[in-house]
């Protein structure tokens, strides 16, 4: 193998690494973000559930006048 070939290779390495850095940052932050948007939704469920049981007690209320 000739020296220009290993710098050619060198080169190839260089940018994989550094395109694996890239995506391993973009994957963590994709993680980050999944984990706050599941956080997120299981608070609204938890709000939809307790607005459903407010309107349940709600109608029952109002049935019985």
């Known amino acids: 193998m000739t020296q220009g070939q290993i710098e050619k290779l060198e080169d190839k390495i260089d940018a994989l690494l550094a395109r694996f850095e890239k995506i391993n940052l973009e994957n963590s932050q994709l993680r980050q973000q999944l984990n706050e948007l599941r956080a997120e939704r299981d608070r609204l469920h938890t709000r939809n559930e307790s607005a459903r049981k407010q309107i ?6 109002l049935k019985s006048i």
């Open 56 to 61: 349940d007690v709600m109608i029952s209320r």
